[in-house]
């Protein structure tokens, strides 16, 4: 035994600290309520944000709602999804109308500091969740939530440790703001870059819109520039088909970053020569064509894939730049989902892949645009690989303090 601790029913933790329940401190809660009616525009200064799971975790598909008969709460507010398959996910840091599936907490703020007890239920999520019950749609149970077992410091101590943790959340805050300015730029010189070059004066219409008189317009079926081969499944059931695999095979959740570096799962030489599975080169495109469709990596390595995917293979080096044809693809996501088909889910088929027109200029045209997007992909990267380390931190941090493991002075 350390010292200075002590051992409880939860472990050891420092002698000032004391075992509470989560209803020691949460005094009661106040559930959302179904609204009259969802606005995609705010029309008067009545209207505020309707807060739904969806909406505070992506920030997408904004709603606004009266607030007359409605339950407002602040940012300092703890809320907790109470219904639903994702019941007892936390959020904070949100100010607006409370959704009829969300509880906002209400604490004892003499006893406790509420960003504290915030990253106390983050910690204990899993937890939180695990107190889930219902057939139909499952909700929180707020007994078993009450009945969940927390180290408790004293007020001061919760208010340094919440501050600690904070101040590393505003730089994971500063690298979403900085990713997501980027994202912005890079969209807008997408547009302007794919469609209008750089440096053209004189421009032509096209069956896809104005292009640079240089530029000419081609299917992705036109055989002097791609092939298009479809994916395949080798036999599950087989061993010799997976175990100790060399070869990639890639599936639509291999496909995050704009290059495909790795696979979850590798296929063996048996498997290639066995199945209705294509390999396909270095530098091919592969593109989620179901399920979702529009998801796109470059194959830095040869490649067999699912059939949720298919592949571009560059027939000529000399005249297509994989990283162009890359961002050429993207600003065509909207355009192949729009043709694919199927009443279960949607997929694209091999002749509607062929039919996607690209505007396309001379080859070194394609490297210059290609080196300026990869610039602003590269700057997005270090940015995410920021956040990606102060999470880990903040992780480690809670850990320690929020279970007393480190100390924290306080003035």
Known sequence: MREGYKKTEIGEIPEEWEVKKFGEIILNYI?????????????????????????????????YCDKNGAIYVDKDDILLLWDGSNAGEIFMGFSGILSSTMAKLLFNENVVEKK????LLRQKEKEVKSTRKGTGIPHVNADSLKNIKIAVPPLPEQQKIAEI?????????????????????KKGK???????GIGHKKFKKSEIGEIPEEWEVVELGNKNYFNIETGGTPETTKKEYWNNGSIFWATPKDLTNKYLIKTERKITEVALQNSNVTIVPEDSI???????????????????????????????????????????????IKNMQNVGAGSTF??????????????????????????????????????????????????????????????????
């Open 116 to 119: 504290f007890v915030y990253y």
């Open 190 to 196: 997408m547009q302007q870059l794919l469609t209008k």
């Open 286 to 332: 592969i593109i989620s064509t179901r399920a979702p469709i529009g998801l796109i990596s470059i194959a830095k390595k040869s490649t067999a894939f699912n059939q949720g995917c298919k592949a571009l293979i560059i027939k000529n080096s000399s005249m297509i730049n994989s990283d162009f044809l890359y961002y050429a693809m993207l600003t065509n």
């Open 165 to 185: 943790l904070s101040t590393v959340d505003e730089g994971i805050e500063v690298c979403d703001k900085k990713i997501e300015k980027l994202e912005r730029y």
């Open 31 to 63: 559930k959302g309520k179904n609204p009259k009616s969802l606005k995609i525009i705010k029309t008067n200064k009545n209207d505020y944000v309707y807060l739904s799971a969806e909406y505070m975790r992506t920030k997408n598909n904004i709603k």
């Open 346 to 411: 949607k997929e694209i088929s091999k002749d509607n892949l062929e039919r996607i027109k690209l505007k396309l200029p001379s080859i070194k045209e394609q490297q210059k645009i290609a080196e300026i997007l990869a610039t602003i992909d590269e700057l997005i990267e270090l940015e995410k690989q920021k956040k990606e380390k102060l999470e880990k931190y903040k992780k480690g941090l809670m850990n320690d303090l929020l279970t007393g493991r480190k100390r924290v002075k306080i003035n």
